[in-house]
């Protein structure tokens, strides 16, 4: 099997250090937050930001203090920023980190309820966005929160608007969009084009169960405070390198190699190297 991918998504936009007080939200804490995570086996890291007051922004100025606090502690893992933000950010907010021109950024693959929110990815948007990254050589993760997803991302890829290499992120457990569960992992994988590469991420406690049948499945793994911010039933996690080292441990139990910043790179055929 291909050597594991594991994206640590260190913040996200939907909780905060009340839910859990070790969230990183400054860009010294994200920083912090992503070496700690690379060291523990993570290959790249999903970034949302945040600002003083730690609300969630797409604010271009946050991100770019971000991406240069994680370089210059050394973090080598490919930093892949959020063009999701939060539900109800106008595209106009959204799209800023792009303009950094990152070697990845997502790409959100339909409209889906979000808990009591809408999050809106009509087609006109995800054209928008997929045509931005494509002139600017940026991969897309394409972020899938429902079946349907797939098929507008197999839409954009008929169109020409995506890269070669198609690389998706299935997310199973957002309510209102699809459950999590090992079925529907299986159905939506079986809707990928055969060459693609995937992600999956569970959210809560479906992070784990998600993370081990992807494992053994031959995908690769999304964990982090984004999508759950507890270690086990009642106990929240300390850092994100405590569930990048857990799916690690796993992954090498069963015999799965983790790769490297530069080994993801090359699986996912990235052209430019944002390493240093
Ligand atoms: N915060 C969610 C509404 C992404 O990063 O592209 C969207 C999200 C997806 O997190
Ligand atoms: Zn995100």
Request: hydrophobic share 45%; glycine share 8%; with cysteine.
């Amino acid at each position: 099997m291909e050597k594991l991918i594991i994206t640590a998504a260190i913040c996200g936009a939907e909780v905060s250090k009340e839910d859990n007080p070790n969230l990183p939200v400054s860009a010294l804490e994200l920083a912090e937050a992503a070496l700690e995570a690379e060291k523990a086996g993570a290959s790249i890291i999903h970034l949302h930001v945040r600002d003083e007051e730690g609300k969630p922004t797409q604010n271009f100025n946050y991100f770019e203090k971000a991406f240069a606090a994680m370089k210059d502690i050394g973090v080598t893992a490919i930093i892949q920023p959020s063009t999701g933000g939060a539900a109800g950010m106008t595209w106009e907010e959204r799209i800023q980190p792009v303009s950094l021109n990152p070697e990845m950024a997502t790409l959100d693959c339909g409209t889906v309820n979000f808990g009591d929110e809408i999050f809106v990815n009509d087609l006109p948007l995800m054209r928008r966005f997929a045509e931005e990254m494509k002139e600017r050589n940026i991969l897309p993760e394409l972020e899938c929160f429902d079946a349907g997803n797939i098929y507008n991302a197999l839409l954009l890829n008929k169109e020409r608007l995506l890269s070669e290499h198609l690389h998706f992120d299935l997310v199973l457990g957002v309510p209102g969009a699809l459950a999590a569960s090992i079925k529907n992992l299986l159905f939506m994988v079986e809707l990928l084009p055969p060459d693609a590469t995937w992600t999956a991420a569970g959210i809560g406690r479906w992070q784990l169960p998600i993370a081990i049948h992807t494992i053994l499945m031959g995908g690769h793994v999304r964990v982090g405070f984004e999508d759950n911010i507890y270690y086990s039933k009642g106990v929240l996690a300390g850092s994100n390198a405590q569930l990048v080292s857990r799916v690690v441990r796993i992954a090498n139990e069963v015999g799965r190699e983790i790769a490297s910043p530069s080994e993801t790179r090359k699986i996912l055929e990235l052209t430019k190297d944002g390493s240093k």
